[in-house]
Structures are given as C-alpha cells and as structure tokens.
Antibody, heavy 122, light 112 residues
Framework: QVTLRESGPALVKPTQTLTLACTFS??????????VSWIRQSPGKALEWLARIDWDDDKWYSTSLKTRLTISKDTSKNQVVLTMTNMDPVDTATYYC??????????????WGQGTLVTVSS | DIVMTQTPLSLSVTPGQPASISCKSS???????????LYWYLQKPGQSPQLLIYVVSSRFSGVPDRFSGSGSGTDFTLKISRVEAEDVGVYYCMQGAHLPYSFGQGTKLEIK
C-alpha cells in the first residue's frame, strides 16, 4: 500500500527557510521510473508544481521558484525533503508531495499525501 | 512556461446529466513518443487531488467509465456522461509535456 505523508512547521516567519519532509512507504525511490514531486495550493487557488526528484537523483524545479528551492532524498529513510528559502506571505499554501511515475515520457502523480498547511506570517 | 486555460470555471449540473470541461494549452502537448501529455485530476472537497485521466484519454485505475477525455494538440475536453453526486469537486487539467508542469485554474463542479 502506497502512502505519503508531509511534515513540517505550520507557521514560519517571513524571510525564514521552510523545510518540509515527505515520508513515504509502499515503494522505493531507487526503483527505475519512480520519482517524487512537490505541489502546492494557495488558499482557494489552483495547484502549482514546485519540484521533482527522480530515482537517479535528477532534480527539476519550477522556473519561477528554482532559485529558492532545493529538493533532496534520503532513500534509507524513505524520505524526500524540500527546502524553500526567503519565505513570504504569498507562499502560504498547502504543500503536497506526490509519487510521480515515469512510463516512457509520461510522468503522472498517482498517489498524493494529505498535504500540510504552511502559513507565513510574522 | 506553458499556460493552461480551463473553461468554464464553475459548473452546476443536475444528477444524471452530462458535463463537459474544456482545457487549452498555450503550446502543443505532443511529445516525440507520439503521445499528448495532458492529464486530468479531480480534487474532491477536503481531499488531495486524484488522477482521473492520463495522456488525454486513458482512464486511471478505478476511474468510472462515465469519465472520458478527448482532444489533441492544444485543445482538450473532459466529459462526464452522467454526473453523480460523488463527482463534485474541482477538476484540473495539467500538462506534463514540458517542465515545469502546469495546471489549469480549475473547474468547480457542483450538483444542482
């Protein structure tokens, strides 16, 4: 059974760095074609893809946020970590991690965590 | 970056009636594998998004056959043949053809 769970602070102050962890089970991030992505959703807004890390440790980022984002994995812990620097109130959102499967050139998010709400406020 | 535009942004449908959502991309989503990388997700109230349709028209595991996807190039449609109460939520199209991935604004489906 595939599960993902996001964890991290519920509240961060402006200019601080946010660190979120995605702890998963039911699959391995060493298996070819398996990736994990981070997606966020500001209150009442649409989904925004942030980053993806692949089984071979390739990393991909949102164009607009790539200078602030770092994604990494710890396969021994079955964990993917996302850091976002210089947080701003506009970064207030629910942050989701999702298993991302590659089939050929197809990449799709087949399992999602329940999301974690991060509020940026002083 | 590719911009995804959905219409309408909201939809109110009587149970048993059909529903249709349009999605347009600012660039072609056709890749060198010959497939068009357009996906549909549904976010039910209070839940995480779930995959409905991949590569335009393939239903994901467990998705009822009342859901169908069609389209090509830059124009796509999600159809629900007979809406049921459990179909309420926000529907998002997403392009997976080019990084960064991008989603449409979402279409909120309500039941009359």
């Amino acid at each position: 059974q595939v599960t993902l769970r996001e964890s991290g602070p519920a509240l961060v102050k402006p200019t601080q760095t946010l660190t979120l962890a995605c702890t998963f089970s039911g699959f391995s991030l060493t298996t070819s074609g398996v990736c994990v992505s981070w997606i966020r959703q500001s209150p009442g807004k649409a989904l925004e893809w942030l980053a993806r890390i692949d089984w071979d440790d390739d990393k991909w980022y949102s164009t607009s946020l790539k200078t602030r984002l770092t994604i990494s994995k710890d396969t021994s812990k079955n964990q993917v970590v996302l850091t976002m620097t210089n947080m701003d109130p506009v970064d207030t959102a629910t942050y989701y991690c999702a298993r991302t499967l590659r089939l050929g050139l197809e990449y799709y998010f087949d399992y999602w965590g329940q999301g974690t709400l991060v509020t940026v406020s002083s | 970056d590719i911009v995804m535009t959905q219409t309408p942004l909201s939809l109110s449908v009587t149970p048993g009636q059909p529903a249709s959502i349009s999605c347009k991309s600012s660039q072609s989503l056709l890749r060198s594998d010959g497939k068009t990388h357009l996906y549909w997700y549904l976010q039910k109230p209070g839940q995480s998004p779930q995959l409905l349709i991949y590569v335009v028209s393939s239903r994901f595991s467990g998705v009822p056959d009342r859901f169908s996807g069609s389209g090509s190039g830059t124009d796509f449609t999600l159809k629900i043949s007979r809406v049921e109460a459990e179909d309420v939520g926000v529907y998002y199209c997403m392009q997976g053809a080019h990084l960064p991935y991008s989603f449409g604004q979402g279409t909120k489906l309500e039941i009359k």
